[in-house]
């Protein structure tokens, strides 16, 4: 019997009040003035979002995810663990994914009990993924971007040492020196929360996966990059003696479900196509500030920047990335498709796309659970039984 | 007009890249946070001293070390690079950057320094004047903050976008990050200042949108006896833009 399909929803909590004069600015990161943010305003959209995550447990969809982010309208998720808090109590069956708080930005100890409260307070339902932060926060964060990896490596060790080890346990390392490292509570989960590293396909967050046997969360890879991405961790991680299961490879997507193909673009377009020219939008600076790529990877990746932070051609974007837009049927054979050609079980659905009004997010929600995963789950023909196993 | 020799040494581990030219009492050249303007200017230098420009250890020809993250492991780097050179005393001449790592070598080596040249020198901690966080500066904005005249910046810089020199000017500025991006002042620099007892020269352009020509004052009263020059409609690269202030290291490092 194969694994069965996973269904995440991934959510961004953007802030979409942009002023009207947005567009003078050429980043909404980072420098993007705060007096923009109206908490009233801002009030609303948490409590709007808040239901949306409710109603997705509600509806049998497998786990909440949030991120962090800073200094941006792009998300209004500075702490993850505080969402995170705010939905245990509200909610049942799903997985609540902090996908998650760059351990740079804390301290390590301090990470693992965040982590460790809320693994306890919802009954073993957390789930973690440790992103190195975008460029853009280390703007935004006192910490130095070019010992950013290495400083990122030295944590990871910290927190599950602190998950695995029966303490008090001692660590001195470059960046931090513990003398007690004993931190309570411990994680309701043994050994510790499922573990992701989630990032853009560095060779670097790579291979800190594929040793530790994490899943890998990749964010803003394109199709292509994605299956090599997937590919390339299992043979890392093989070379570890560490096998990943389908599951650890979550596909993140882009997905809208309506009525007709034709009602599903034109509720849909106009916010996906905002999303990529306003709330992704950020200057090459913000992107790779120095010393956070190596040399290699910044020529790389100034030759893709245009493509993926504010310029939009939705043929490009459509083909180069993982978007499914339309009835149900057309939306669970994409999916289909893609969890063969990328060997995943699991779906990281992002489903509220910029200012997406609440009934549109609501109606994608209730169409994509009703709909969708009951086609996907009833179909177990030998290739998607292969995929997921 | 004698050229430059390129030599390669390893330096603890670290591959240092060094050009020569010419005899005579040395000079030796401290590049600032940038390999991009060249050192061409001090070449008629060459004439009469034997002239020694050494890249930073992360910058231009020379190789990396991650492991150097403080200003002080530049000092290190230097004396060993210096001993190597078998420079035993010597005129040194700094530029921004390389102004601060040269005063900051001659407070803790003084007797190793005849002389000290200053040109635009980073590194003081002067609220008054501040000088701009060049790391938060847009990479296509940094050539129009560095001299007044544009014109003097226009042979360096590419003509059409040019990805190997963006990635150049990315690494170079990858070793500064490591070296300031959380500390960009250290009071301990300034705390030593006042041992520099060698004859001292620090240049300025009144023009300089780096380093306002106002900090000019504040490294006289941690150096009494500095020689202070001010070039009129100069920027930060007063030594490209102003024949003058060439002349007048020139005359002072005979």
């Not at chain 1, 964060?141 to 290495?150: G, I």
């Not at chain 1, 106009?270 to 306003?278: A, L, S």
């Not at chain 2, 390999?35 to 910058?59: A, D, K, M, N, Y």
């Not at chain 2, 609220?127 to 790391?135: A, C, F, S, V």
Request: proline letters at 7%; glycine letters at 6%.
């Amino acid at each position: 019997m194969g694994a069965a399909l996973r269904f995440n929803v991934m959510h961004f909590m953007p802030y979409v009040h942009l002023p009207e004069n947005h567009k003078e600015y050429k980043s909404t990161w980072v420098s993007f003035p705060n007096k923009y943010y109206d908490p009233h305003k801002g009030l609303d959209l948490y409590n709007q979002y808040l239901s949306q995550l409710v109603l997705a447990d509600k509806l049998g969809f497998d786990a909440i995810v949030v991120n962090e982010h800073h200094n941006t309208v792009y998300s209004m998720m500075a702490c993850p663990s505080l969402i995170a808090a705010a939905l245990i109590p509200q909610t049942t069956n799903a997985r609540i994914c902090v996908w998650g708080t760059p351990p740079n930005f804390t301290l390590p100890n301090r990470l693992a009990e965040e982590y460790a409260m809320l693994d306890v307070m919802s009954k073993g339902r957390l789930e973690v993924a440790f992103p190195l932060g975008t460029g853009m926060e280390y703007w935004s964060n006192p910490v130095n971007p070019a010992t950013a990896r290495e400083k990122f490596r030295e944590s990871l060790k910290i927190i599950l040492q602190a998950w695995t080890e029966d303490g008090p346990t001692t660590h001195y390392g470059q960046y931090y020196t513990y003398r007690f490292l004993n931190p309570w509570p411990r994680p309701f989960q043994r050994p510790h929360p499922p573990c992701y590293i989630v990032g853009t396909g560095s060779p670097e967050t790579i291979e800190i996966a594929a040793e530790y046997g994490f899943g890998y969360a990749s964010v803003f890879v394109t199709q292509q990059a994605a299956a090599e991405l997937n590919d390339n961790l299992r043979q890392r991680a093989a070379s570890y003696g560490n096998t990943l299961r389908p599951d650890q490879f979550p596909l993140q997507t882009w997905v809208y479900v309506a009525e007709t193909q034709e009602q599903a673009e034109r509720e849909f377009f106009g916010h996906f196509q905002h999303f990529f020219e306003d709330f992704a939008r950020t200057s090459p600076q913000f992107l790779a500030p120095p010393g956070y790529l190596s040399t290699d990877q910044l020529k790389i990746r100034a030759e893709m920047a245009d493509k993926m932070h504010g310029g939009f051609d939705f043929n490009a974007i459509s083909k180069s990335f993982f978007i499914a837009v339309g009835t149900p049927e057309k939306v669970a054979n994409q999916l289909g498709e893609w969890s063969v050609k990328m060997k995943t079980s699991h779906f990281n659905n992002v489903m509220h796309v910029a200012d997406m009004p609440h009934w549109k997010t609501v109606k994608n929600l209730t169409l994509f659970a009703e709909e969708v995963m009951p086609r996907l789950r009833s179909r177990s023909t030998p290739s998607y039984r292969m995929a997921a196993e | 007009m004698i050229r430059f020799e390129r030599e390669t040494f390893v330096i603890n581990g670290v591959k240092t890249v060094v050009f020569t030219a010419g005899h005579g009492e040395p000079v030796v050249f401290f590049h600032g946070a940038s390999t991009l303007e060249g050192f061409e200017f001090c070449q008629s230098w060459s004439e009469r001293h034997r002239v020694i420009v050494p890249h930073h250890p992360g910058f231009g020809e020379s190789g990396d070390d991650p492991n150097l993250t403080e200003m002080h492991d530049y000092v290190m780097h230097y004396l060993e690079l210096f001993d190597t050179l078998r420079l035993d005393r010597f005129t040194l001449v700094g530029l921004s950057l390389g102004g601060y790592l040269a005063a900051k070598f001659a407070s803790e080596h003084g007797h190793r320094v005849k002389k000290l040249a200053l040109i635009a020198p980073s590194g003081m901690i002067d609220p008054q004047h501040p000088m701009i966080d060049m790391l938060a500066v847009p990479g296509e904005q940094v050539p129009g903050l560095l001299v007044s005249n544009f014109e003097v910046m226009k042979k360096f810089l590419p003509e059409k976008p040019d990805l190997d020199f963006m990635a150049e000017r990315y690494r170079e500025a990858t070793t500064v990050a490591r070296l300031l991006w959380e500390h960009p002042g250290d009071p301990k620099f300034m705390r030593y200042l006042h041992r520099i007892r060698v004859p001292t020269m620090i240049i300025w352009g009144d023009e300089d949108k780096v380093i306002p020509v106002g900090q000019a004052e504040t490294w006289r009263k941690f150096i009494p006896n500095a020689d202070i020059k001010i070039f009129k409609g100069a920027g930060h690269l007063v030594h490209l833009e102003k024949p003058e202030a060439v002349e007048a290291m020139s005359n002072f490092i005979i």
